[in-house]
Each structure stands twice: as structure tokens, then as C-alpha cells.
């Protein structure tokens, strides 16, 4: 990421008893098409051999597991091939995870079963159905520490036949127009016009033609709104109380980074200040941070949207602004999170 003028976010909140659904940003699209999910059945009983790093979450009920600082490119690409074959539903086992921290003289062994949930930007997120042995100090368990590389294998793979459903944007994914820079997430809600109910997102990708899809298993009828302007609502499940309602109207974008304990967990591009504000959760100890005007830098992916030649100056004289500042108020470097592409996801700071 590249380094702005940042704000850590915090709603007021306090728990509720029902899940919300808070709207927090519109765009209008073209090339909407909604089509039946045509799932492929495909057995897979293999492994990858890759040392990541782990942060378990949620009183330890999820996991992310970190790959996205690979140094070996052939590796990288083995590691992105092979969870990409995986959907939804598929566990995972854990071989050969014995950990020591000699720094604190802590021990833990990640061997176990997890569910598969997600791929994307070199991380899975996983929930943990069971685990050898974890430590009561430590939440994120750096990759250099463990005594043998892991070796994860994928048991099964959920190909039973369910109702789905794609919505693509055949505009694609690096472009205004698309979910990407409408700043979604799994696990995210949107509303289509002329259709009633809220559709929720259980998968984000891209095909082999470039275009930019959601899956859902919300029943919709499938039609062709390639030529239509379709208005498309983005709304954020949310668990706890809060007292200042998103601003719908701001439209610069930049950086949500999330951190769990003063850990990394996530970057993710193109969400609005109200938006990262809605992503933090006193209740799941997950706070927020948004860059105005600054993106993301993985080994994989580069999800920024390009800007036109206005955008951009307005962003190089913001930088040169939030630079100079910084020059007058910093007393020595400090790497928060992953804003240099020698960081890593999961960096305490």
C-alpha cells in the first residue's frame, strides 16, 4: 500500500441481538448477465507442500492461512493453482504443523482438519473443525518457526449439486464498473434492481474470458441485462449497534485494512471511509483503517482500479502532501501493516 493520510475507524458498538444489514454503497452497471451455476465435478486427493504463516481468529474458530509472501515464484504459482481447484465446503488436513517459538518459549501443533471457506490474494480463510495443540500466547504463528514445512492435503471435494447461481459482470473485474471496485467481499450482501430480496455472496472470481462473477445460492431467475443500467446496492451484515450512519454519498476510495489484537488480517481495495468503517466489529475484536487515495500491494494481484489522468493527479498531489507531513511529524519508520512489498499480511506492529 502506499502510504496516505490514514484513519483508524471505530464504530460506537455494543452487541445486538439480530444481524443487520446496513447499506453502504451504490454504483450503477452495465453488463449484468444472470445465469444458472454449471458446477464440474472434479476429485482431488493431492497436497502442497509450502511453509505459511497461520492467524487463528474468532476464539480460534477460523483461520487464515498465509501464503501470500512466497519467495519461490514456481511455488506461488503451485500454491494458487491448486486451492483455486477447490470449492467451498472442502477439508483440509494439516500434517507436520509443530511449531516453537523460542522467543517465548511456546510450543503448538496446527495439525488438523479445517473447512475450506476461501482463496484470494495468496490467503485462504478457513474454520477450524479441529487442531492438535494451540498456544495460549500466541494468534499468529509466523512461518520461519515451525520445525517441518506443512503439508496440506485436500480430502474431498464438495461436488454435490446445489441451486446456484452466477451473476457476471462482463465488463470485467479492473474496471469502475465492477464488483471489484464496488469494494464487495464474500460474505457480503447486494440488491439488483427489480429484484426483491438480498443476494448474498458466497464466492468473488473471474473466468477464463475475463469476466467478473459473484455466486450466490439466493434463487434468482436468469436473464441478460447486458444493455440495462442496473442499479446494484452493496450492504454489510453487521453485529453490533453503531451511532453514525454510512455516508453514501463520499466517493473516494482507497485501503480497509483490518487488524485483529494489533495483527493484520486483511487489505482489501476500492471501499469508501464509511465502508471500512462498517468492516470493524468491537465484538469480534476487529478494528479497521482506511487509505484514502492508496491500494494494495500482493504478490498475486493488483486489485486497484485504474484511474483516469484527473484521478491520478489528484492522487500524486495528495501523496506529495501526506509526504511532506510526514516528513515534519514522523521520528523514525514505522511498518504498520503491509505497505511495502517486503511486508507481509499477519506483520504485528
Known sequence: ??????????????????????????LPFYGIKIEKYKSEKISLNRGITSTPSFVYHTNNTRCLIDYSNQTNSEMEKKVKVFFEQI?????????????????????????????FNSFYNGIVE?????????????????????????????NTVNDQETNKYIIKNRLGKNTKNSFNYLGAMVGDYIKLTNIKNLIKIL????????NEYIVTDTPLTEQDLTSLKTKI???????????????????????????????????????TNSQCRFRSSAIKEITTEFGPNTFCFTPET?????????????????????????????SGPVLKNSN??????????
Not at 483516469?308 to 516528513?327: A, E, F, R, W, Y
Open 302 to 330: 493488483d486489485t486497484a482500479v485504474q484511474t483516469n489522468p484527473t484521478d491520478t493527479l489528484v492522487q500524486i498531489t495528495s501523496n506529495l502532501s501526506n509526504i511532506i507531513t510526514n516528513m515534519n511529524s514522523l
Open 203 to 210: 464466492e468473488m472470481n473471474v473466468d477464463s474470458d475475463g
Open 1 to 26: 500500500m502506499i502510504n496516505g493520510s490514514r484513519q483508524n475507524l471505530k464504530n460506537k458498538k455494543s452487541q445486538v441481538t439480530n444481524e443487520k444489514f446496513v447499506l453502504v454503497r451504490s
Open 340 to 349: 511495502s512489498k517486503n511486508g507481509f499480511y499477519g506483520r504485528p506492529f
Open 126 to 154: 478457513a474454520t477450524v473443525t479441529s487442531v492438535s495443540l494451540l498456544s495460549t500466547k500466541v494468534s499468529r504463528y509466523d512461518k520461519t518457526k515451525f520445525e517441518e514445512i506443512p503439508f496440506i492435503i485436500a
Open 87 to 115: 470449492t467451498n465446503g472442502t477439508t483440509l488436513t494439516i500434517y507436520n504443523g509443530r511449531y516453537k517459538d523460542p522467543n517465548l518459549d511456546e510450543v503448538a501443533d496446527l495439525s488438523g482438519n479445517y473447512v
Open 233 to 271: 446496492d452493496l450492504y454489510i451484515p453487521v453485529i453490533d449497534s453503531y451511532t453514525v450512519e454510512p455516508d453514501l454519498t463520499e466517493t473516494t476510495v482507497g485501503t480497509c485494512v483490518q487488524y485483529f489484537n494489533g495483527t493484520v488480517i486483511s487489505c482489501t481495495d476500492n471501499h
